[in-house]
């Protein structure tokens, strides 16, 4: 069993950064592939980014220059560092994971751009 939890989540304006973070339960934590995923009011749930347990990262095209996946494996966390934001960023993030062929989601950060 895999508990996701993120964090970060906010208001912020047009141009501005969100860094989002999300805690793994586990002890195997650095094996994991960790993904941030997003949602938006109406609209399917899409990958944003992915980082492997080597550090290998993979952006969606509407965010790769505007994000950055990273990983502590010290303290179990992945991190979505989000730039220049705009208003159809505006979503629910959830991190994913999936170990032994299990999937995991957190419950989510609701991140909203506005002016």
């Known amino acids: 069993q895999v508990h996701l939890a993120e964090s970060g989540g906010g208001l912020v304006q047009p141009g501005g950064s969100l860094r989002l973070s999300c805690f793994a339960s586990g002890s195997i934590f650095s094996t994991y592939t960790m993904a941030w995923y997003r949602q938006a009011p109406g609209k399917e749930r899409e990958l944003v980014a992915d980082?492997?347990?080597?550090?290998?990262?993979h952006y969606a095209g509407s965010v790769k220059s505007r994000c950055t996946i990273s990983r502590d494996n010290a303290k179990n966390t992945v991190y979505l560092q989000m730039n220049s934001l705009r208003p159809e960023d505006t979503a629910v993030y959830y991190c994913n994971t999936g170990v032994y062929g299990v999937e995991y989601w957190g419950r989510g950060t609701l991140g909203t751009v506005s002016s």
């Open positions: 980082i492997t347990s080597v550090g290998s990262t």
